[in-house]
């Protein structure tokens, strides 16, 4: 159990919070003041609203904004992916009428999210009483995010929430812009926030304020729902602002904070060239921390990664490769230049590439060799196995040390359905051939070259599928010989 007091007493530990505030934990416990902060929220139920029912027209997209990609993963998964590493448990995700789409995003990372539809756009308050039942469960503390906001750290969210645990209403996070233009300005007085007013509503002396609203807010949970039903749309955009919640709460006589936090961690995206430049800002960041932890990238900035790309130790990546969402890459392999990856796992000491492609569900176990121009999809590599030149193996299973010649192709597909190959170990697969799913080649088999694979090869046998070689000699002369003398006829009848 954790106490949280204004000032330090008796046994235990204490850590001072901003401001000038100290949390105890009865048990002297020697953590540091951040996992401390951590602690204190764990103990409390969390409730995370997630807004995500913009059309993000600026984007001039038919996609919903929040299913944009940064470094291969939507802005709706980083956030939801902070707001799950932050240890909240619940969340509620507002969507538009009709985004099935972002709906199925959200569930996709976080199963356990409360789906919630706004069904007309009138405001970040209107958006949040969306999940009025959510709130109304009664979690010790709200917090609300935007889906848009993909740079937010799990730590923040601590933060943030760490002034209600202290009886503070009301926490939004607070930042200020190299440039301010848009943002809602944070009205302070000493440490107390007074009010958020929009840029539209704001005055000139109002709009001078460097300390801008960063959209996300903490709100108490005791007082959430009277809060939010008491916002009105009395300005002059007739919408239902979130940002009124200060002045309502102070007018409850109630405590309202500031968290200010770096730029960089509220950006929001709201065009194209916002999400490039996120995108740039995020694989700087990815690459930086590939390299601290080992990995040889030999031109990083060719190199492009996601946010979950997992590499082993003394692992080399050459120029210009891209690694998609779900990738592993073992110890010591080497991903040659110009590959693509995408849900796949490549063992210890793989070699792959040049020209690459791994697509979902390719598995490749230690010391495989794929080469150029080879396709690998829903398929498992037995270490040692190879497959050098060429070659497409979808829905499939290599054997250990098996040799896949160049120009094999496992023909998985009828037209209607998709069919398992299965290859033994030490067998060896002769150049250009086909291998008619469904399919097996036992332990040591051996197909020969040009071969059409229909029906499956026993172990340790020889299959040959395909057209006899037929020779007839003197063939060539004897068409030679025609065409000449076709050709003097012709200039007979010219003549
Ligand atoms: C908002 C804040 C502003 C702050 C800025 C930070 C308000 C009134 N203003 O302004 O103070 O500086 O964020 O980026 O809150 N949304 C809905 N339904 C709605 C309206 C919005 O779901 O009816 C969602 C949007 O999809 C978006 C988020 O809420 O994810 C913020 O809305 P947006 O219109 O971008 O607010 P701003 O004008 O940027
Ligand atoms: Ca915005």
């Known amino acids: 159990m954790i106490y949280l007091i204004r000032a330090s007493r008796g046994r235990g530990a204490t850590w001072e919070l901003p401001p000038n505030r100290y949390m105890l934990l009865p048990r002297a416990a020697s953590l540091s003041y951040e996992s401390a902060v951590e602690v204190a929220m764990k103990a409390r139920s969390c409730l995370a609203v997630v807004l995500a029912a913009g059309e993000g027209t600026r984007m001039r997209s038919s996609q919903p904004k929040v299913l944009h990609a940064i470094a291969g993963r939507s802005l709706l998964a980083h956030v939801l992916t902070a707001v799950s590493d932050a240890g909240i448990a619940h969340s509620a995700v507002v969507i538009g009428p009709g985004q099935d789409a972002v709906a199925a995003e959200a569930k996709r990372v ?65 930042f200020k812009p190299d440039d301010p233009g848009g943002y809602g300005r944070l009205i302070t007085s000493g440490d107390a926030l007074i009010a958020i007013r929009e840029e539209i509503d704001a005055s000139p002396n109002e709009r001078a304020i460097a300390l801008c609203n960063g959209g996300i807010m903490a709100l108490g949970g005791e007082h959430a729902v009277a809060i939010l039903e008491r916002i009105g749309d009395d300005n002059r955009k007739r919408e239902f602002y979130l940002t009124d919640a200060v002045e309502i709460a102070r007018d409850m006589r109630l405590r309202t904070v500031v968290v200010e936090v770096e730029e960089d961690e509220v950006r929001g995206i709201n065009t194209k060239a916002q999400l490039a430049e996120a995108e740039a800002v995020e694989q700087q960041r990815l690459r930086k921390a590939a390299l601290e932890a080992g990995v040889t990238l030999v031109a990083p900035e060719t190199v492009f990664l996601s946010a979950d790309t997992k590499f082993g130790k003394d692992v080399v990546v050459e120029p210009y490769v891209v690694f998609g969402e779900k990738v592993t890459v073992d110890d010591g392999a080497v991903i040659h230049s110009f ?19 791994l697509r979902p569900g390719a598995w490749l176990g230690e010391d495989v060799h794929i080469g150029n121009f080879v396709e690998v999809k829903g398929a498992r590599i037995e270490a040692g196995a190879k497959a050098n030149h060429l070659s497409y193996i979808g829905d499939a299973v290599v054997g250990a040390k098996t040799n896949i010649g160049a120009g094999t192709i496992t023909c998985n597909y009828d037209g209607n359905a998709k069919h398992r190959t299965e290859i033994g170990r030490n067998v060896f697969i002769g150049s250009n051939s086909a291998l008619v799913a469904p399919v097996a080649v036992g332990d040591g ?15 340790d046998a020889l299959a040959l599928g395909r057209g006899r070689q037929v020779i007839k000699e003197g063939w060539a002369s004897r068409l030679r010989a025609l065409k000449s003398l076709g050709k003097r006829k012709a200039r007979a009848h010219d003549r």
């Not at 958006?127 to 750290?153: E, H, N, Q």
């Not at 590959?339 to 492609?357: D, E, I, Y």
């Open 445 to 459: 088999a051996y197909v020969g070259a040009g071969s059409i694979i229909t029906e499956s090869v026993p172990k």
């Open 110 to 174: 976080l199963p356990g999210a409360a789906i919630f539809v706004q069904k007309e756009r009138r405001g970040t308050a209107h958006a949040v009483l969306a999940a009025r039942a959510a709130i109304k469960r009664g979690a010790d503390d709200v917090l609300v995010v935007y889906g848009d906001t993909p740079f937010l750290r799990p730590a923040t969210l601590d933060r943030l929430r760490a002034p209600l645990a202290e009886g503070a209403a009301v926490a939004v996070l607070g």
């Open 339 to 357: 590959c693509h990856l995408v849900n796949a796992q490549v063992g210890k000491s793989v070699s792959l590439g040049p020209f690459a492609r």
